[in-house]
């Protein structure tokens, strides 16, 4: 299938002028996951409050907890030196998490699927460009329907300050 999409994308771009060919994308800003977000923003989001964000940090990764009650509020931003393999990502949470059902979702980042787990919540899994990611998982505030909006919120929110 990623062969055939990237025939599409060369026959499409020779046949049409360069106005048309999509823009790179940039890399991720060096910034945390607790920074992209506000603590106001995610509250609004949810429609309740939430502890103040609790950063975690490596390498490659950085990622914000925030909790309500028994709900946890989760974003990370990462960035791989090799080219990511959604295709991989999803065998992997599929073997993880065999209960939870995989949805695509467009209007945020390169491509975008949610991680739906029964009577938990969601992930939103977002890959920017080739090698940079977001994840915003909202868990403990009722099942996926309650809560995509919310994260499709909070992705948004971050993805725009990258």
């Given amino acids: 299938m990623q062969i055939l999409a990237r025939l599409a994308f ?6 049409h002028t ?13 910034q945390s996951a607790c920074t992209v977000v ?22 490659a990764q950085t990622t914000c907890d925030y909790t309500s009650g028994d709900g946890e509020i989760t974003i990370a931003l990462g960035h791989s030196t090799e ?8 065998a992997g949470l599929r ?6 059902a995989l949805r695509e979702t467009t209007g945020v980042g390169t491509r975008a699927y949610f991680l739906d787990i029964p009577n938990a919540g969601a992930q939103l899994h977002v890959v920017r460009g080739e090698h ?8 403990g505030f009722g099942g996926p329907a309650q809560v995509s909006e919310a994260a499709m919120t909070i992705a948004r929110k971050a993805l725009n300050r990258l």
């Avoid at 360069?18 to 060096?30: D, E, I, Q």
């Avoid at 989001?45 to 940090?57: D, F, I, Y």
């Avoid at 080219?83 to 999803?90: R, V």
């Fill in 10 to 15: 060369l026959l499409s771009a020779a046949t």
């Fill in 18 to 30: 360069p106005s048309t060919v999509p823009a790179p994308v940039p890399a991720l800003k060096s």
């Fill in 38 to 59: 506000t603590k106001a923003e995610i509250e609004a989001a949810l429609g309740r409050p939430v502890s103040s964000g609790v950063e975690h940090k490596d390498t």
């Fill in 83 to 90: 080219k990511l393999d959604p295709e991989a990502e999803i």
């Fill in 95 to 100: 073997k993880v998490l065999p209960a939870g």
């Fill in 132 to 139: 940079d990611y977001l994840m915003v998982s909202v868990l």
